[in-house]
């Protein structure tokens, strides 16, 4: 038989802090354990809630502005793109109307001539607008220089988000911006094909801007 050796009472001097934690949690009463179940429960079911809300589809806020709403649908038409940024939209949208008190009416307009019709391109729908009111022509415009340049008013509302790089992200970068390797500038650019189609709109005044 093995023969048992006394056991000298630990002196919780000698005990390390870690040692002390874990015969705290060792000690963990069965009220604690329920309690610690019952509260994760409970944040399970606040954060299903949550995600539940997350995911169900917002009502429109109250006052929304219904020709905002046109506008983004107008300028997906102008841009012959199938999506754009709704909170780039809604500053472009912002500042055209700010520009001019009568931009709205004339956004309505240009939204009912594209429900009216199907048009088969942008340029379709930018000259039968102009040929519908010459007014037109003048949104039609302040919408794509929105978009294009990132400007509305005046005031620069985007900058590398302006669909102006875009078209031409494969051989330029925007002005500060270098997302190439190093000495990309010194290779080539792609050939560009020279465009072949005609203006929609009739020619505007030249205007030289500050650079």
């Known amino acids: ?3 048992d050796w006394p056991c000298a009472p630990v002196s919780l001097q000698n005990v ?5 934690w874990m015969a705290r949690l ?15 429960a409970v944040t399970y079911g606040i954060a299903s809630g949550v995600a539940g809300a997350a995911d ?13 709403a046109q506008f983004m649908a107008v300028s997906r ?11 780039i939209g809604n500053a ?6 700010q520009s001019d008190a009568g931009r709205q009416a004339q956004i309505s307009a240009l939204h009912d001539l594209m429900s009216k019709e199907q048009f088969s391109s942008a340029t379709a729908f930018a000259a039968a607008a102009e040929k519908a009111d010459p007014a037109l022509k003048d949104v ?39 997302t190439g390797g190093p000495f990309y ?19 505007s005044k030249f205007v030289v801007e500050p650079t």
């Not at 390390?16 to 002390?20: F, G, Y």
């Not at 060792?26 to 994760?40: Q, W």
């Not at 669909?163 to 330029?172: P, R, Y």
């Not at 500038?185 to 020619?203: K, M, Y």
């Open 140 to 178: 039609i415009h302040d919408i794509l220089t929105g978009w294009y340049r990132g400007v509305a008013d005046g005031k620069v509302v985007v900058y590398r988000s302006a669909l102006m790089f875009d078209i031409t992200k494969d051989a330029v970068y925007p002005k500060t911006y270098a």
């Open 1 to 3: 038989m093995k023969k």
């Open 16 to 20: 390390s802090p870690n040692a002390m």
């Open 56 to 68: 169900a589809p917002s009502a429109p806020a109250q006052g929304a502005d219904p020709v905002a």
């Open 185 to 203: 500038w010194t290779t080539q650019p792609p050939e560009v094909d020279r465009p072949t189609g005609h203006p929609a709109l009739s020619p």
């Open 26 to 40: 060792l000690r963990m009463s069965r009220r604690d354990v329920l309690l610690t179940g019952m509260g994760a």
């Open 77 to 87: 038409l102008l841009t012959d793109r199938p999506t754009l940024d709704l909170r």
């Open 92 to 97: 472009l949208y912002a500042g055209i109307v």
